[in-house]
């Protein structure tokens, strides 16, 4: 299949398989593909959690409007964005850049003076709008990786980010809850599968200058 023919495949998954589960290679390449996820100077301004728990998926869909998704899919992804980007958050950046690239911390004085200005150019609320426009190109890398390896995916935002965050502990990690995404199979019956892609025609979307 051809990309194009893996999205036309992929929708937003209602009704999952509950006695389908990915295989624990299935969910390491996904989570391979969400962590090669581009970010704005690389900094990946979030953290992913990776929700199995059964008790803790029952609290998460009450507080997500009763989803049946959040219980239903194989696993629960919560995209958190950090709340707490500072300097010292992109010290530990630029101190894995170092080890990643083994080059000399010092010669990445240059870089970390140019990532502290772009941190403390922004107020608090502006840093963590930046962290959360992060976290959807991660979730939008998800959904494209998911089609690719033909699992199924189910983007949401139809949930109350204070409860997940109250629910999973966030806010002590320094962390909130962003948009989420649940992972696994289409249930047969699902009808939302069957639905016609509605998108709107490529000469209404695209401006060519
Ligand atoms: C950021 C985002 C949030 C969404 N939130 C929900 C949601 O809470 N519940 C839901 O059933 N679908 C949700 N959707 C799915 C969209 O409704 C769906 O992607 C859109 O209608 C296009 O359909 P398709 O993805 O099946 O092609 C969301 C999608 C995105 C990208």
Do not use: C
């Not at 929708?11 to 391979?32: G, H, I, R, V």
């Not at 989803?67 to 958190?80: C, G, N, R, W």
């Amino acid at each position: 299949m051809s990309i194009i023919d893996k999205l036309k495949w992929r929708y937003a998954t209602k009704k999952f398989d509950t006695n389908k589960k990915l295989s624990a290679e299935q969910l390491d390449e996904l989570l391979e593909a969400v962590q090669l996820a581009p970010s704005s100077y690389g900094l990946q301004h979030y953290k992913v959690l990776v929700i199995e728990n059964a008790e803790v998926r029952t609290k998460l869909r009450e507080a997500a409007y009763g989803q049946p998704q959040i219980t239903d899919a194989s696993q629960l992804i919560v995209f958190a964005a950090e709340t707490n980007i500072d300097e010292g958050y992109v010290k530990n950046f630029v101190d894995l850049i170092a080890d990643t690239r083994n080059v000399p911390r010092e010669s990445l004085v240059g870089l970390e003076g140019m990532l502290v200005g772009a941190i403390n150019g922004r107020t608090p609320e502006q840093r963590l709008l930046w962290a959360q426009k992060q976290a959807y190109i991660a979730l939008g890398v998800l959904v494209a990786a998911a089609a690719d390896l033909g699992i199924d995916a189910g983007p949401m935002e139809g949930f109350d980010p204070a409860k997940f965050d109250e629910i999973l502990g966030l806010k002590e990690k320094g962390l909130t809850a962003t948009v989420i995404a649940a992972v696994g199979f289409r249930a047969d019956d699902d009808h939302f599968s069957k639905l016609i892609k509605v998108r709107r025609p490529k000469k209404e979307l695209f401006i060519h200058i």
